[in-house]
């Protein structure tokens, strides 16, 4: 068997064709997608970049794992101790080196490994090929190895290649060159309005806001022509968006190379293509611009995409699915593996038990089905755990990342995509529904947690000082929103955040 997974940063599924987007921005993914199974409802466990990879590679919850967020301990895989052996658990029983024990030539094209620190991402992998600059590489500079590697192993019957590209996460990196080929389209779908950003800019603070799209700042930087630095009428708004559709557009344009390659070498019938990302991003989306900052729809919610030879081709498969699941979906695709069980018994064979379920099924029949509800975090820019359940998602904030977030918001997703219209007020029975699946879903996790760590990370996270990504910038933040006019934003986050101020 040969799998192909193309990992695409920072990717929307509701900004490809094959999931309804009417520009013209993947026709090289759409194709493959005719040939697939489609999954409407499938998300990242936890977000962003480091603990979504964490829980794809390792079939594992953050919550299990440890590895929740960017910076500090919980950037790190919690530590075997005395159970370690020789080589660790990344290098035995990730999803990498699962694939190896199918007998499979097993390899990495990402600099993600290098971006994070995260080294253990490169457990189970036979060759990594890094381009060295830690995700701010074009997708020029990363297909060519792709393509070299597919012309060497030719003759390799059986394969496990991971090719990741960076070009739709900011600082947009498509060359300039390649020119703006969306700005005399309209939008396709023109939610934004004037109020509704003037709103933003007085009332939502925090990194990526409207006028802090950049970070904490509206500094622009030469070295990143296509990076919006703020967002102040509703054409700054779809210029942001143009950019963004020209990454993905930019991507699947290289992208279409590798697949071409395959047709080339007689093997792409017979190839598993596999196409998804790591999490999605708010555009706009509750004042959040050019960011992947919460455990919200938009940022959990993921394309995937499934080319397997025998398999349904041109299905939509709906029902709730994890990226943790994918680990022991391709087990029961592959019909097992030797030596390997999904769920052992501790002290067997495998001595991990995995949080993924099984899809397999969807991806031979492209029926329906998965899970009743998911529990998805965020702990790298806001301490967030929501709940997805019927076509709602239940937002619990816990540390609001200097944003001025609600304790609790409720969204109708397929009502109101964009998070426009927070119903927690409306429908408290709904809320007291999701406060119950997210309490026991931690109490379950939890249990089966504590011969390993009696400690939740996402409190851990919150007695370091907060998410990494807003620690140390409350003082001088607060100054720039009072010399921008926005004091009472400055007065409300000192109040909510005193301890935070030194």
Known sequence: MKILYVDIDTLRPDHLGCYGYTRNTSPNIDAVAKDAVRFDDYYCSDAPCLPSRAALMTGRFGIHTGCVGHGGINAEMRWEGSERGMADFNGRYNLAAVMRRANMKTATISSFPDRHAAWWFNGGFDECYNVGKRGLEPAHEVIPIALDWLERKK???????????????????????????????????????????????????????????????????????????????????????????????????????????????????????????????????????????????????????????????????????????????????????????????????????????????????????????????????????????EDWIYIRTYHDGYHLIEEEELFNVKDDPHELHNMAKEKPELCWRGAWMLERWVAENMRSNIYHSCEDPLWRVIAEGGPFHCRGYLKDYCQRLEQTGREDCAQKLRSRHPHELN
């Open 155 to 389: 003759d390799t019957q059986d394969w496990f290649l991971h090719l990741h590209v960076w070009d739709p996460h900011i600082p947009y990196r498509t060359p300039t060159d390649y020119g703006k080929p969306f700005a005399d389209q309209p939008l396709p779908d023109a939610w934004a309005t004037q109020e509704m950003i003037d709103e933003h800019r007085m009332c939502k603070p925090g990194a990526h806001s409207a006028c802090e799209v950049t970070g904490y700042n509206n500094v622009p930087n030469a070295a990143t022509p296509r990076q919006m630095t703020e967002i102040k009428n509703t054409d700054d708004f779809k210029a942001m968006i143009d950019e963004y559709d020209t990454g993905i557009w930019y991507a699947d344009k290289q992208l279409g190379q590798v697949f071409e390659k395959l047709k080339q070498q007689g093997i792409y019938e017979d190839t598993a293509i596999i196409i998804s990302s790591d999490h999605g991003e708010d555009l706009g989306e509750l004042g959040s611009y050019c960011e992947h900052g919460e455990a919200d729809y938009i940022t959990t919610h993921i394309p995937m995409i499934i080319k397997w030879p025998g398999g349904a081709k041109g299905k939509v498969s709906r029902g709730l699915h994890y990226n943790v699941d994918l680990l022991p979906t391709l087990v029961d695709l592959l019909g097992g593996v030797p030596e390997f069980t999904c769920n052992p018994v501790v002290g067997k064979t495998n001595p991990v038990v995995y949080d993924g379920l099984s899809y397999a099924d969807c991806v031979r029949q492209g029926q329906d089905g998965g899970r009743d509800y998911l529990v998805v975090s965020q702990c790298a820019h806001v301490c967030q755990r929501s709940v997805r359940f």
